[in-house]
């Protein structure tokens, strides 16, 4: 068997030329039994390709393959498309009071992505204006419960990713502050009973 590949960057064509050569001859061989395709079978080739620098969100890119057995006429595939997703998410922390009487307080966060959607989002807090570290890390999740405590102040933002890997770009300041000032531990009220 031989194969040739060639791409024709003109067109944008990847052509592969598969020959069954009989060693006894030289030639194409003239049984169908001892081909590289037997009749029936089925076989599949692949490839990828990087697209070009600098297209758009949104941009489709789309490929056909044709199959031409000996001399038959042409038969098609399904046109499969890829659609261009190189935009970041946005995504954002919702306002909290500005004090809290509860340790544990819920934090909420949204986004939005104009390409493949969102994956997930990372949550992170500042603890009294320190560093700011993971809370959450790739969560599906669009709230949480977070556990404070008693005089600390809390500092949140989030960072989402969408669904083809681009990231949300880093940020280093908070969107939602809020300080812890009563040790209640806030939950369900407890049922009492009367009797």
């Known amino acids: 068997m031989t194969l040739d590949a060639v791409f024709n960057p003109n067109t944008n064509t ?3 030329n598969f020959n069954s050569i009989d060693p006894l001859t030289g030639l194409p061989p003239t049984d169908p039994r001892i081909g590289m395709l037997p009749p029936g079978a089925n076989a599949a080739v692949a490839f990828s390709a990087k697209p070009k620098q600098g297209l758009a969100t949104g941009t489709q890119i789309s490929d056909q393959a044709s199959v031409i057995f000996n001399h038959n006429d042409p038969v098609y595939t399904n046109i499969w498309v890829n659609t261009i997703d190189n935009t970041p998410p946005i995504s954002s922390v919702a306002a909290l009071p500005g004090s809290e009487l509860c340790l544990d307080f819920t934090v909420q966060w949204s986004g939005t992505d104009v390409g493949a959607g969102i994956q997930d989002y990372t949550i992170y807090v500042s603890d009294n204006g320190g560093q700011f570290a993971p809370w959450l890390t790739n969560t599906s999740e669009t709230s949480g419960t977070f556990t ?15 669904l083809v890997g681009n990231v949300e770009p880093p940020k280093n300041t908070g969107e939602a502050n809020t300080r812890v000032t009563k040790p209640n531990l806030c939950g369900p009220i407890p049922l009492v009973n009367n009797q």
Do not use: E, N
């Not at 008693?150 to 989402?160: K, M, P, Q």
């Open 14 to 16: 990847l052509t592969w």
């Open 148 to 162: 404070g405590q008693v005089g600390h102040t809390y500092s949140f933002y989030s960072i989402a990713r969408d």
